[in-house]
């Protein structure tokens, strides 16, 4: 049996990480003690924002796209399974995960985990889009991969630090 998805549900699952991303660099921001912490947080939650914005232009342009070839079940529940199975959950948002980390380099550490989530779904999904918007999605994990940098940069400083 076969499946086929649609960019409408990629693009659906990547609005929902880039959401709870934002969620998450926002609230850490606003807790943050440290300027540059601080400073760091809320320019991923701005760049988070971005991708919502590209997310929904890639919605908007696409319509209803199916790949050119049926997805076997197993990858289409694999995708689906990188985008639920993210760091935030219903039951663990975001909003949670940085009242929970009690240092910078705790949240850091979470930060991490969602930049990497991040990139390993847009590398899944990047065939799954319509081929026009796929180097959207390449430049959004280019992004994530940047990010990603930045923080573990900004980890290493702390841990010299403390």
């Known amino acids: 049996m076969t499946y086929v998805l649609h960019g409408e549900e990629v ?15 926002s609230k850490a921001a606003a807790l943050a ?15 988070e924002r971005q991708h919502i914005e590209h997310f929904r232009a890639i919605m908007r342009s696409g319509g209803a796209y199916s790949p ?29 995960a940085v009242i929970e980390a009690e ?12 930049e990497k989530d991040s990139i390993l779904f847009y590398r899944n999904i990047e065939d799954f889009v319509p081929p026009k918007e796929g180097e959207t999605v390449r430049e959004l994990r280019r992004q994530e991969e940047m990010h990603l940098r930045l923080l573990t940069e900004k980890l290493r400083e702390l841990d010299r630090t403390t």
């Open 68 to 96: 050119p070839q049926a997805i076997a079940e197993e990858q289409m529940a694999y995708v689906k399974a990188l985008a639920d199975m993210t760091i935030f959950t219903p039951g663990y948002p975001p909003e949670q």
């Open 103 to 114: 240092t910078p380099q705790a949240a850091i550490r979470i930060a991490i985990g969602v």
């Open 33 to 47: 003690k440290s300027a540059d912490v601080r400073g760091l947080f809320e320019f991923l939650a701005d760049q």
């Open 11 to 25: 693009v659906e699952m990547g609005l929902k990480i880039e959401t709870n991303g934002r969620a998450f660099y």
